[in-house]
T-cell receptor, first 112, second 116 residues
Framework: GENVEQHPSTLSVQEGDSAVIKCTYSDSASNYFPWYKQELGKRPQLIIDIRSNVGEKKDQRIAVTLNKTAKHFSLHITETQPEDSAVYFCAASNGGYSTLTFGKGTMLLVSP | NAGVTQTPKFQVLKTGQSMTLQCAQDMNHNSMYWYRQDPGMGLRLIYYSASEGTTDKGEVPNGYNVSRLNKREFSLRLESAAPSQTSVYFC???????????????FGDGTRLSIL
């Protein structure tokens, strides 16, 4: 089955800095890669997703890049703010009715 | 429009007790999912229902059963609870149109379950 590795497990940045979280996947058939943000005690919420026919996608301060050859994808957050502090999860789907395999998460802490 | 609603929000059980976690969605999605979330483990798929009338095992199905009651509702049952099933359980739904289709999943607020 699919295996998703996520790094780093924790990331501390100063407000205004950029943050990058990286994920690798094992199944070359995977074609959908969402990112979720989970604040403490809350539900995971989709922040951005990318499909395998696209190399990069941006939404304001958030961007995701995908390298199918290397089987890795990354989340980039620019101009970080304290409210960006949360746990971020990457996931991959190999096409089976959107079943997702999640990474173990990255705790992002943005200090004022 | 409530999205995905889970009940109860919190529950404490004794080892060996049974209970059913309820999930309902009002987005007319055809696919529904149950995950468990443990510290440092991410979210792991327990069972999913691609469409009304079908259910399939995920990564960690042992000790659980599910029922897709209708298009809106998907329940998760623990027949004989064990301390290893202490976790936060999330239900999710998505609009999936086929075997190779991928659509975002929308999560409920979770059920925090402790088994003593």
């Amino acid at each position: 089955g699919e295996n998703v590795e996520q790094h780093p497990s924790t990331l501390s940045v100063q407000e205004g800095d950029s943050a990058v979280i990286k994920c690798t996947y094992s199944d070359s058939a995977s074609n959908y890669f969402p990112w979720y943000k989970q604040e403490l005690g809350k539900r995971p919420q989709l922040i951005i997703d990318i499909r395998s026919n696209v190399g990069e996608k941006k939404d304001q301060r958030i961007a995701v890049t995908l390298n199918k050859t290397a089987k890795h994808f990354s989340l980039h957050i620019t101009e970080t703010q304290p409210e960006d502090s949360a746990v971020y999860f990457c996931a991959a789907s190999n096409g089976g009715y959107s079943t997702l395999t999640f990474g173990k998460g990255t705790m992002l802490l943005v200090s004022p | 429009n409530a999205g995905v609603t889970q009940t109860p929000k919190f529950q404490v059980l004794k080892t060996g007790q049974s209970m059913t976690l309820q999930c309902a969605q009002d987005m007319n999605h055809n696919s529904m999912y149950w995950y468990r979330q443990d510290p440092g483990m991410g979210l792991r798929l327990i069972y999913y229902s691609a469409s009304e009338g079908t259910t399939d095992k995920g990564e960690v199905p042992n000790g659980y059963n599910v029922s897709r009651l209708n298009k809106r509702e998907f329940s998760l049952r623990l027949e004989s609870a064990a301390p290893s099933q202490t976790s936060v359980y999330f239900c999710a739904s998505s609009e999936v149109r086929g075997l190779t289709d991928n659509q975002p999943q929308h999560f409920g607020d979770g059920t925090r379950l402790s088994i003593l």
